[in-house]
């Protein structure tokens, strides 16, 4: 093998079969395909809600005419490059592209006809993980700290029946007539964090105790803004 990367890399390892058939598909995207995930790629890496993410995704769906099965199969691939290129205790700095190539043509990943492609995107990659995504991962590592971090948020509302008369223990069951006067809605909150003893902090809230939620938020997100225009971001 020419490379570091793939040097114990087995084909025929069944653990290593997913990784194969997702390079593969990756390499027959065409590149007018190819470009439209390169400009979808920075904000497929930043943290971000999963509904927003997933919307990122049928948005580039629509646009490449990928599926989302197939996208999801292609990021499998540049998620693990991108590790490549952000770990660097691997030792895998003298490695190339195109030695990356001739493994995988040696090993029948990587078909003759797809070699310049795989080299070509491989170099994309690369640029864009140095410009785009690294600049991006190393804000987020900052924004973690030391406590767990937002992950997701996931809601539910529910119509719940008012009672004109709550039932008392002391009442014989079959004395009981309850009668319903009205109907309120209910919002339930089920809010992710990245890790901790407790990852799910859920909650229920009338839809007004949701707006000043709203609203307490939006003021600090204003707050957020005025911050970030009042210091300019460190330059290399």
Do not use: C
Request: aromatic share 10%.
């Amino acid at each position: 093998m020419k490379s570091i990367l793939f040097s114990s890399f087995d084909p025929m390892d069944k653990d290593n079969t997913e990784f194969t058939n997702d390079l593969q598909h990756l390499v027959n995207t065409n590149e007018e395909q190819w470009n439209i995930i390169m400009d979808y790629l920075p904000k497929l890496f930043i943290s971000v809600p999963t509904s927003e993410r997933k919307a990122t995704k049928q948005e580039l769906s629509k646009k490449s005419g990928l599926s989302l099965v197939e996208i999801q199969h292609d990021l499998s691939v540049i998620s693990f490059f991108f590790n490549q290129f952000s770990d660097k205790s691997k030792g895998i700095f003298n490695d190339t592209p195109k030695s990356w190539a001739d493994d995988l043509q040696s090993m029948g990943i990587l078909k003759p006809d797809k070699v310049t492609f795989f080299i070509s995107i491989m170099k994309q990659l690369k640029d864009k993980f140095k410009s785009t995504v690294s600049p991006i991962l190393t804000e987020q590592q900052y924004q973690i700290g030391v406590i767990p971090t937002f992950s997701s948020i996931e809601t539910t509302v529910e119509m719940r029946a008012m009672f004109e008369n709550e039932y008392e223990l002391e009442t014989p069951v079959e004395d009981y007539i309850p009668k319903i006067i009205g109907v309120t809605p209910i919002i339930s909150v089920v809010i992710s964090a990245s890790r901790g003893d407790s990852r799910e902090f859920v909650f229920q809230a009338s839809p007004s105790q949701i707006k000043t939620f709203i609203e307490s938020l939006r003021a600090t997100l204003k707050e957020s803004d005025q911050l970030t225009r009042a210091f300019k971001p460190v330059k290399n």
